[in-house]
């Protein structure tokens, strides 16, 4: 993946950082979707040791987001993950592909984006899933529209 913005945010002394990865040309290769494997190169310190998938609340509606557990030298974090592609929120890359080829078609919304939030584990203040749902609670819809703004070629 070509493109890569990170933002760093703090409540209650638990840092939190969000991370969207995009497409930006650099790389005729880079791909947002299939980007899941993040966390765990084969050669890389960080390691997944569980995943699942469960919902979370933004602005009144359920989402699904994909759950990582991690595990590397700098300590244990916790992300979550998903793509949206237009206006489709998935955290399955076969969906997120289908809309990605339906976008290329004129079928869809383009624009391909892959979230993360990732906190820090194990600290004992604050739950990291109750801290990240707190951010997406209050920030997840302006998320959810800057990234649709933001999609090359909206279709009307």
């Known amino acids: 993946v070509g493109g890569l913005?990170?933002?760093?945010?703090?409540?209650?002394?638990?840092?939190?950082?969000?991370?969207v990865q995009y497409a930006d040309g650099r790389?005729?290769?880079?791909?947002?979707?299939?980007?899941?494997?993040f966390f765990a190169w084969e050669d890389s310190d960080w390691k997944v040791v569980e995943r699942r998938v469960h919902?979370?609340?933004?602005?009144?509606?359920?989402h699904h987001v994909e759950e990582a557990q991690l595990r590397g030298?700098?300590?244990?974090?916790?992300?979550?993950?998903?793509?949206?592609?237009?206006?489709?929120?998935t955290v399955s890359d076969y969906r997120a592909k289908i809309q990605?080829?339906?976008?290329a078609?004129?079928?869809?919304?383009?624009?391909?984006w892959r979230v993360l939030l990732v906190t820090p584990a194990g600290n004992g203040s604050l739950?990291?899933?109750?801290?990240?749902?707190?951010?997406?609670?209050a920030h997840g819809e302006i998320l959810y529209e800057a990234l649709r703004a933001a999609a090359p070629g909206k279709q009307p």
């Open 127 to 137: 739950d990291p899933g109750a801290h990240m749902q707190d951010f997406l609670s």
């Open 73 to 89: 030298p700098r300590g244990n974090f916790v992300a979550w993950s998903w793509y949206q592609v237009g206006t489709l929120r």
């Open 100 to 103: 990605q080829g339906l976008a």
């Open 27 to 37: 790389f005729d290769i880079a791909e947002v979707v299939g980007s899941n494997r």
């Open 5 to 19: 913005a990170m933002e760093m945010y703090a409540r209650h002394d638990l840092p939190l950082a969000l991370l």
């Open 105 to 112: 078609l004129g079928m869809a919304e383009t624009g391909t």
């Open 55 to 62: 919902q979370v609340r933004v602005a009144g509606s359920l």
